[in-house]
């Protein structure tokens, strides 16, 4: 307001500048415009805050005859211009934070929606979906399922869910089937550009919503994700065994799978699922959607990794949204480009680094030039674009935004692949911070957002 206030004193004074005062050659005083270059007064200038010179109605009817003719003037044209150039400027920047502040809430109500998906599925199974769990199609076992994908029946998503457990032919997570084409919407973010796209590979629906992987390194390569005893009792989607359920116990979760029960750290201070920026190319560059490479030899404790390793592949100059020049991008992480797939870099994240942190996965070597799979480890972080952090939700169905400025430990203290052993015990409590206490379930931290 203060602005429009100020344009229109600017446009007063200028049009005193323009209008003055003289007298003609018989010494009569008369009102010159220097823009019209003749006589002007206050029927000429409606607006105008000289005094007022009267004038017969004959007078006016002619004079309103020549404006029609004339159209605007200069300055008239000027002022409507520079009017809604104010007016523009004022409430555009209005209008898109409104816009973005809707596409969060409906992406928090997504969330929320996955939250009923996931205690429906618990009422029918007595147990908490797997990360990774197998499936049979054509008699023959598909493993890596998603967690996303077993919901589907209670995201009103049957019809696809059937036809891929009642397909004829075998699938994998990533066939080309109908059944995982499209889009899903209660799996996306409005936020994400990439969202409604088909993903890089056989037109796969993408996912933003990314299930809680637990506060520990994670092999992406590996559907297990180096799951043991210890991780198990970390993590709310993990499985005690190294596949999860056989095909004769398919559909028998319990003896696998946790409970709501187990989620001993309260369902109020515990993460269930987050999102994440899908990967708008095999060879995205930004820490939105890609993931980088750290290749290194191989240290004294296997897998072992700094988070400030990772969080020094971002180059500052491009105000900490993209790797550096020259660093690694790992194609084949795909991230959220498969919502069928249940391995981290598809559908999960964890919570060893702050929330719009990068994402990196470590290929542990003996030489520092050749890549291992079965020693890649990586941080995968929720992320997102909405302005200053992500929605997460937790298991007792509520939905928060938390800062990407959240307490998450120290970046240089080494962390190893659990039940490697120091500095991170695997039965005690999370080293990284708030965010880290969030992500597991029966550690006894006692930790609540701030």
Same mark, same amino acid.
């Given at each position: 307001?203060?602005?429009?206030?100020?344009?229109?004193?600017? @446009?007063?004074?200028?049009?005193?500048?323009?209008?003055?005062?003289?007298?003609?050659?018989?010494?009569?005083?008369?009102?010159?415009?220097?823009?019209?270059?003749?006589?002007?007064?206050?029927?000429?200038?409606?607006?105008?805050?000289?005094?007022?010179?009267?004038?017969?109605?004959?007078?006016?009817?002619?004079? $309103?005859?020549?404006?029609?003719?004339?159209?605007?003037?200069?300055?008239?044209?000027?002022?409507?211009?520079? @009017?809604?150039?104010?007016?523009?400027?004022?409430?555009?920047?209005?209008?898109?934070?409104?816009?973005?502040?809707?596409?969060?809430?409906?992406?928090?109500?997504?969330?929320?929606?996955?939250?009923?998906?996931?205690?429906?599925?618990?009422?029918?199974?007595?147990?908490?979906?797997?990360?990774?769990?197998?499936?049979?199609?054509?008699?023959?076992?598909?493993?890596?399922?998603?967690?996303?994908?077993?919901?589907?029946?209670?995201?009103?998503?049957?019809?696809?869910?059937?036809?891929?457990?009642?397909?004829?032919?075998?699938?994998?997570?990533?066939?080309?089937?109908?059944?995982?084409?499209?889009?899903?919407?209660?799996?996306?973010?409005?936020?994400?550009?990439?969202?409604?796209?088909?993903?890089?590979?056989?037109?796969?629906?993408?996912?933003?919503?990314?299930?809680?992987? *637990?506060?520990?390194?994670?092999?992406?390569?590996?559907?297990?994700?180096?799951?043991?005893?210890?991780?198990?009792?970390?993590?709310?989607?993990?499985?005690?065994?190294?596949?999860?359920?056989?095909?004769?116990?398919? %559909?028998?979760?319990?003896?696998?799978?946790?409970?709501?029960?187990?989620?001993?750290?309260?369902?109020?201070?515990?993460?269930?699922?987050?999102?994440?920026?899908?990967?708008?190319?095999? @060879?995205?560059?930004? @820490?939105?959607?890609?993931?980088?490479?750290?290749?290194?030899?191989?240290?004294?404790?296997?897998?072992?990794?700094?988070?400030?390793?990772?969080?020094?592949?971002?180059?500052?100059?491009?105000?900490?949204?993209?790797?550096?020049?020259?660093? %690694?991008?790992?194609?084949?992480?795909?991230? *959220?480009?498969?919502?069928?797939? *249940?391995?981290?870099?598809?559908?999960? $994240?964890?919570?060893?680094?702050?929330?719009?942190?990068?994402?990196?996965?470590?290929?542990?070597?003996?030489?520092?030039?050749?890549?291992?799979?079965?020693?890649?480890?990586?941080?995968?972080?929720?992320?997102?674009?909405?302005?200053?952090?992500?929605?997460?939700? $937790?298991?007792?169905?509520?939905?928060?935004?938390?800062?990407?400025?959240?307490?998450?430990?120290?970046?240089?203290?080494?962390?190893?692949?659990?039940?490697?052993?120091?500095?991170?015990?695997?039965?005690?409590?999370?080293?990284?911070?708030?965010?880290?206490?969030?992500?597991?379930?029966?550690?006894?931290?006692?930790?609540?957002?701030?």
């Amino acid at each position: 307001m203060d602005l429009l206030v100020r344009f229109f004193i600017a @446009i007063e004074q200028f049009q005193k500048i323009i209008d003055y005062e003289t007298n003609d050659e018989n010494g009569v005083e008369m009102r010159m415009n220097l823009l019209y270059g003749h006589e002007v007064d206050k029927v000429d200038r409606p607006f105008h805050a000289g005094k007022i010179n009267t004038k017969s109605n004959a007078d006016l009817n002619v004079f $309103f005859v020549n404006r029609s003719i004339f159209g605007f003037t200069l300055v008239e044209l000027l002022v409507v211009v520079a @009017i809604i150039s104010v007016l523009i400027a004022l409430l555009l920047p209005a209008v898109l934070a409104a816009r973005e502040v809707s596409r969060r809430v409906q992406c928090a109500s997504h969330l929320r929606q996955f939250g009923l998906a996931i205690h429906g599925y618990h009422d029918v199974h007595d147990s908490l979906p797997a990360a990774t769990a197998r499936v049979i199609t054509a008699g023959s076992i598909a493993p890596n399922f998603s967690c996303q994908f077993h919901v589907l029946p209670y995201l009103e998503q049957n019809s696809r869910y059937e036809a891929v457990i009642n397909s004829p032919v075998h699938l994998s997570v990533n066939s080309n089937c109908e059944a995982f084409k499209g889009t899903i919407p209660f799996l996306l973010c409005p936020s994400d550009p990439s969202g409604t796209t088909p993903g890089v590979i056989e037109d796969i629906a993408r996912c933003n919503i990314m299930t809680c992987r *637990g506060d520990f390194l994670i092999n992406p390569t590996v559907a297990t994700h180096a799951q043991s005893p210890n991780n198990f009792a970390r993590a709310p989607f993990m499985v005690t065994t190294s596949h999860g359920p056989t095909a004769s116990a398919i %559909n028998d979760h319990r003896y696998f799978w946790h409970t709501i029960d187990q989620v001993t750290d309260g369902t109020s201070n515990t993460m269930a699922a987050s999102e994440a920026v899908s990967a708008e190319s095999d @060879i995205s560059r930004s @820490i939105f959607g890609g993931v980088s490479e750290l290749l290194m030899p191989q240290d004294t404790i296997p897998g072992a990794i700094y988070p400030r390793e990772c969080l020094n592949q971002v180059d500052p100059s491009e105000d900490w949204t993209k790797y550096r020049s020259g660093v %690694n991008i790992s194609s084949g992480a795909r991230r *959220g480009n498969f919502f069928t797939d *249940g391995r981290v870099t598809r559908s999960g $994240f964890t919570a060893n680094l702050q929330p719009n942190s990068p994402a990196c996965v470590r290929y542990v070597t003996a030489d520092g030039t050749s890549q291992v799979p079965q020693n890649r480890k990586g941080f995968f972080p929720a992320t997102s674009l909405h302005t200053g952090g992500v929605n997460v939700l $937790f298991f007792d169905g509520t939905v928060h935004f938390v800062t990407e400025t959240i307490d998450a430990g120290s970046p240089d203290v080494k962390t190893v692949n659990l039940p490697a052993g120091n500095p991170l015990d695997p039965a005690g409590p999370s080293i990284y911070g708030i965010w880290g206490a969030l992500s597991t379930i029966a550690q006894g931290e006692n930790k609540t957002l701030p």
